[in-house]
């Protein structure tokens, strides 16, 4: 069985720092994309970044420039750094994986972490 597992979430100051981690647990043998959302209070669930097996990012307006996403292949992990946070970035932030394939293989379509919470306040 495959999972997500998140970390990094907390308090944080404004224009301060966070970085999130997602380790994808189990026999992974490959995964096509992981990515990150959030959802606020009161708003819908939304794309923040996400990365190709190879590299590719998306990244959304809104974090451009502050977010930077990465991923180590090798250790099935995706990172969010943070950077000059706004209090508008509080929110749950999940991570997502697609196509993902066991070494028993299995394979999943879509996984999504548990979520980890990220606030941004003086």
């Known amino acids: 069985q495959v999972q997500l597992v998140e970390s990094g979430g907390g308090l944080v100051q404004p224009g301060g720092s966070l970085r999130l981690s997602c380790a994808a647990s189990g026999s992974v043998f490959s995964i096509n994309a992981m990515g990150w959302y959030r959802q606020a209070p009161g708003k819908e669930r939304e794309l923040v970044a996400r990365?190709?097996?190879?590299?590719?990012?998306k990244t959304a307006d809104s974090v451009k420039g502050r977010f930077t996403i990465s991923r180590d292949n090798v250790k099935n992990t995706v990172y969010l750094q943070m950077t000059s946070l706004k209090p508008e970035d509080t929110a749950v932030y999940y991570c997502?994986?697609?196509?993902?394939?066991?070494?028993?293989?299995?394979?999943?379509?879509?996984?999504w972490g548990q979520g980890t919470l990220v606030t941004v306040s003086s």
């Open positions: 990365i190709t097996s190879d590299g590719m990012t």
């Open positions: 997502n994986a697609d196509r993902i394939f066991t070494t028993q293989g299995y394979r999943y379509l879509e996984l």
